[in-house]
């Protein structure tokens, strides 16, 4: 067999997984769980597809033609080429029909590659467009392994193949463009190395008809919004604090975990510590009261909302109902009288019910001012510098998770009209996305340094400097923020969650250890792959039988309106005014529909608020296993690298008699730790 030089792709635009172009649904990058499914139909005839390992003959000829054609289009005369590897996430799979009389194969007379089969084609799956843009062949798939060897902008307006560029087929040969550049290149005695390939610029072929019309103008972007608060300061800091005010996080409390909001904070010897007040259903007797709020040192003691997917009600009677409870419907009577089964915890329940009812609300902070409408004349706008979506409080100059995959939303401005309708508000600000490219010298600085991103958040770019400082050494290979829209408007529905920085949480979800893995790897991804998006939790275990549950966005005044009666009357996020009286939230939309109202405050029940100070008498714990599947089964750890995550036990507070010891097992509860909506796999670009 001749000898062959291996050629290595170092950059890569494959996908392991996509987001549908309606943006709500994920798919894997590859054939479809039935035409994996190799079992043969009552006549016999199997009709599936399969995954081409690399030591196949098909796999090491389509990798052979690759490089053959690489080396004439780089001109390498005289050298046998050979792919080492396809790119990154790129998979061959083989789409076989053959049909089986009697337990064997019945062989055609008319014979083809497929040998005894039907047929045997191959098909390359990893295109960022989904499993519908594979790739027929290895000239079919050419174009776009030339572009990405050699175009270093990583624009797919520049690649000629007919996935990127499907209305410009004619002229275009097997593997290449048919016109051949006007300045001849000098033959190549021998093979370059593999990053010398990738600088070579021979786009010119790969791309005619992009420099034969005029291409628009690159977007560009804005600068970012001046912080005019202290608070909005602090959180524009890399590495400042994880968890901000108002915020709903899980929190840990002696050995196990409950949901709480983030009443205050400060910085002691460079350590976060935070005030939280545990959530819970309403006290109706006279032994219930609320806990007291809580003090956590620690940003490991604590969870964002967003990063855990809530477990099921403790009391069965709450997961099957057509039409289910919010935190203002709640029977909490009936729980007590164990209406809704027995053994359940209301203390649990309360706060899961309060936790999804604040994930579907939103308030708007500080205004800045109030314009007349660009649309409307006879209308105005107001602009504030920050709002509360759901769990969390973003500012303007955040980046924010949007609902396409892994881009962000550089947060410019929060829009509503006047007077202020149902889910009327926007947001608007640069969209970008990451991408990744080869960088073979670790001592040049990469397209993602911060004086190249003026108009980038400091958290982005210092986020990223330290995960390319692994990636380039190990891989030779670096990621940027690109972007892709100025000026863009967007609704909060189109919102996933604020976005984190994965150097910084990652190690918190996964532990030191486990993150440590994935850095000596070189292979820190966004840590949105492995957290859920806004409005999840709204069918989060529920019967697919059941109505589907649209998620409305309820507006409230003041952050302590949208929390009710979970927490004590005088409960008060630092820094923000008391509302006046305490609210108690609107009934959520019936019939499949999670509402969307306005609210006007109304008056808390003294006798039920509590004094905020007592304890409960009843020692009610929470067990839980906080694991998510998808950070675990996604990554290859070393053993013993989510050791951290033990089953604990806390301590918690509500409604459940007096004196007795209850227990909630979450780790044998359906549904806690598993995706529900918004998890993904792998790392991108």
Known sequence: MARFHPIYIRRSDGKLEIVSRAGKVRETNEPTTDQLDQKPNRDGVSDYYRQVTPDEMKHLDWRRKLGGMLARELRLQDTAVMLVAFPENYRLYEHVK???????????????????????????????????KRFRSPADFFPHLLWLATDETGDHDNCGCKVCSPEDLEGIVPGA???????????????????????????????????????????????????????QRDDQIFGMYVYRLGEVVWFRKDAAWGLGLVLSRWKSDSRSS????????????????????????????????????VPQYTHPGLNNMSDPMTFETADWDGMRQGRYGAGGDMNVDGSILAAKGVDASYTPLHPLRTVPSPSDPNATETHYTAVYLGAEKVWRGDPIRLSTGTDVLILHSIVEPQPPRSSSMYLTGDTYTPVTIAHANPDLPTPAAASANPHLSPRLTQDLAERNSRSVSTHRRTSYWKL??????????????????????????????????LARRGEISEVG????????????????????????????????????????????????????????????????????????????????????????????????DPHFDTAQDTLDLPAGADDHMDSVQVNGAGGGGA???????????????????SHSQGYYG
Do not use: C
């Open 529 to 624: 792959g492995w957290m859920n998006g806004r409005g999840d939790a709204s069918n989060a275990n529920r019967d697919a039988r059941l109505p589907t549950l649209v998620r409305g966005d309820v507006r409230f005044g003041d952050r302590r309106a949208a929390f009710g009666r979970s927490m004590p009357a005088e409960a008060r996020v630092e820094g923000e005014a008391a509302a006046s009286p305490s609210p108690s939230r609107p009934a959520q939309g019936h019939g499949g529909h999670m509402g969307s109202a306005l609210v006007d405050p109304a008056l808390i029940d003294p006798a039920l608020a509590g004094s905020g100070s007592g304890t409960n008498s009843a020692s009610e714990g929470v067990e839980i």
């Open 659 to 677: 004196e007795i010891e209850e227990f909630m097992d979450l780790d044998n509860m359906p549904g806690f730790g598993q995706d529900y909506g």
């Open 484 to 517: 892709t829209t100025a000026n863009s408007r967007i609704a909060l529905d189109r919102v996933k969650g604020r976005w984190y920085e994965a150097s910084l949480l990652l190690p918190i979800l996964q532990s030191e250890e486990a993150y440590e893995a």
């Open 98 to 132: 053959r049909t089986d009389k009697d337990g064997t194969t019945e062989v055609k007379t008319k014979m083809h590659a497929g040998g005894g089969n039907d047929r045997q084609d191959a098909y390359l799956y990893g295109h960022p467009l989904g499993r519908r």
């Open 177 to 231: 463009k048919a016109v051949k550049p006007a300045s001849k290149q000098e033959p190549v005695a021998k093979l370059p190395a593999a990053q010398d390939i990738l600088r070579q610029s021979s786009t010119q072929s790969a791309h005619q008809r992009a420099a034969s019309a005029p291409k628009p103008a690159s977007p560009r972007s804005n600068p970012l919004p001046a912080a005019t608060r202290a608070e």
């Open 274 to 309: 935070y005030t939280v007040q545990p959530l819970s259903n309403p006290p109706g007797g006279p032994h219930e009261r609320y806990s007291i709020a809580v003090t956590r040192s620690s940003d490991n003691e604590m969870r964002p909302w967003l990063a855990w997917s």
